[in-house]
């Protein structure tokens, strides 16, 4: 019972509006992660600034309740973003609502940088607060990026194309990187200042942070605007997905029109058969038959990115606690503000470039022959692998720093060529067109959940560099790790064949078995 529009949408070759798509959902996703991941290069700045003690042997840093605050505060955010513009995007529209996430992240970004008062408590409550609106923005980007790709993408690179607008994360972690340790160095040439212990008789501890510093950081969460506001015009020019307007809305017609212009064929409207394809597709998300359909595989998929987040942003966030472990940094009485941020931003430039980066163009160009299945087995797998290591032989690593920096980077390798990237896909795949955006978003909800135990959490255990306390932490991750590797079997494999066909809602009934392949053939008059 497949409609024109969709067998023209499912077998259209690749074209220029798929690459457009790509980079205008892409960039929505390159803002999110430097938005979300800057804060990382800044929060050491911001505890020698606000929370300098002059009697104090040690620089300033934000008490643990603070920095949990300043760094998980979005998380709490995106977690509320995703479900309510999730629910939008099946009610209203993905297109209606997809501009509206754009507006927020740049006003929240450019409102990140103020302060309303100069006290340390009112520059944390402000930040605070707009980054809680930021992250806010950045949720309703996930259930509405994803969805719009997969319901614009071919069948046989449907993987691909919504994997590569994830990928783009990769790229903002790295400008997050790359961004703080430019501005960084440029301040430093400016406004040199002594280490922090330089020469314990004179006021190098007070000298040590640069006044000036209080602008750089503000700079650095401002420029997060402008990656979104160079996207918002391309974006309001996309037109709504065939599969909202046809299926949802019901029109077929405008939905041929649509999709018909963009492809530039000509596509059947068939009305009468999509009045039989609603017809048979009216069951709620709040149902038994829901529950029969799709319950095992919104299980999977929330449960598996729940785990996996809190690994994920464990890695992320508390890389700048590790780093001096690693080598990769001085200890914080060795260098001033402004070269510590230079230090800690570097690092993670490095690491995001060799580490992360790869593994997400990895999935992108091995998810159609592998699989979604596949590639997230293995890297939950060897994520798990290589951190327990990390925990065991800690001692050992602490002292050969290129092998810990090697083994470090290759569970974000993991992550990234793994269940980073899947558990993003797989939900914009399973489920039926009208419930597919609010399942994205459940299942993206349930992440951020895992990412508020790493920051609010896992946290505790990395912010003192205590030998044991990071152990248990690797340990701790280890372990969600493998879970993940066995909740992976509540999903199927999704690859080669049409959303309808996956979701059961071309006729094909039950969609909860364990089919690991299959594709429908179908043909569309050009």
Not at 124 to 140: E, K
Not at 275 to 283: D, I, L, M, S, V
Not at 366 to 373: A, D, M, P, T, V
Request: contains cysteine; positive net charge; hydrophobic residues 45%.
């Amino acid at each position: 019972m497949a409609l024109a529009v969709l067998n023209a949408l499912d077998s259209a070759r690749t074209q220029w509006y798929h690459v457009t798509a790509i980079v205008i959902a892409g960039m929505g996703f390159f803002t999110d992660a430097y938005d979300l991941f800057c804060i990382s290069t800044v929060s050491k700045l911001l505890g020698r600034l606000y929370y300098f003690d002059p009697t104090s042997k040690v620089p300033g840093k934000l008490p643990k309740h603070v920095n949990n605050m300043v760094i998980g505060v979005a998380l709490v955010g995106t977690l509320s973003g995703q479900l309510v513009f999730g629910w939008l995007g099946d009610k209203l529209g993905r297109k209606k609502v997809y501009g509206v996430t754009l507006i927020m992240m740049v006003i929240c970004a450019i409102c990140s940088g103020l302060s309303f008062g100069s006290s340390a408590a009112s520059v944390m409550t402000t930040l605070c607060f707009f980054r809680f609106w930021l992250g806010f923005g950045i949720g309703g980007d996930y259930p509405l990026s994803a969805t719009i790709m997969s319901e614009y993408a071919n069948k046989m690179t449907r993987g691909a194309f919504i994997a590569a607008v994830f990928a783009m994360q990769g790229v903002g972690i790295i400008f997050a990187g790359l961004v703080s340790m430019v501005l960084s160095r440029i301040f430093l040439n400016y406004y040199p200042a002594p280490a922090f212990q330089a020469n314990p008789t004179d006021y190098s501890h007070v000298l040590s942070t640069q006044p000036q510093a209080d602008y750089l950081w503000r700079i650095v969460l401002m420029i997060g605007a402008l990656p979104a506001i160079v996207t918002y015009y391309w974006r309001m020019k996309m037109p709504e997905t065939g599969r909202y307007t046809a299926l949802i809305e019901g029109n077929a017609k405008q939905a041929a029109s649509d999709m018909g212009k963009v492809l530039d064929i000509e596509i059947q409207a068939e009305q009468e058969k999509l009045a039989q394809f609603k017809a048979a597709n009216e069951y709620p998300l709040l149902s038994m038959e829901f529950y029969r359909r799709h319950g095992r595989h919104l299980i999977g998929t929330t449960t598996t990115w729940f785990l996996l987040d809190i690994a994920f942003y464990s890695q992320n966030l508390t890389q700048k606690d590790i780093f001096p472990v690693m080598g990769l940094t001085q200890k914080d009485v060795e260098v001033n503000a402004l070269q510590e941020m230079f230090e800690t931003s570097r690092a993670m430039f490095v690491i995001a470039f060799f580490g992360t980066f790869p593994g997400y163009w990895f999935t992108v160009f091995f998810i159609e022959k592998l699989g979604r299945f596949k590639i997230q087995l293995m890297g939950f797998f060897m994520m798990s692998f290589f951190m327990l290591i990390i925990g065991i032989k800690y001692d050992y690593l602490t002292t050969h720093k290129y092998m810990f920096a090697t083994l470090y980077g290759l569970t974000f390798f993991f992550a990234n060529f793994g269940p980073n990237s899947t558990t993003f896909v797989l939900p914009a795949e399973l489920f039926p067109t009208r419930v597919r955006s609010t399942c994205h978003a459940l299942s993206a909800a349930a992440g951020k959940a895992g990412a508020m135990v790493s920051a609010f959490g896992v946290q505790n255990y990395t912010t003192g560099k205590g030998t044991k306390d990071i152990q248990k932490a690797m340990y701790f991750l280890a372990f969600t790790n493998i879970l993940g590797f066995f909740f992976t079997f509540l999903v199927t494999e999704t690859k080669g064949r049409s959303l309808e066909e996956i979701s059961g809602e071309d006729g094909g009934g039950e969609t909860t078995g364990t089919q690991m392949t299959g594709t429908n053939s179908s043909s569309v008059t050009r």
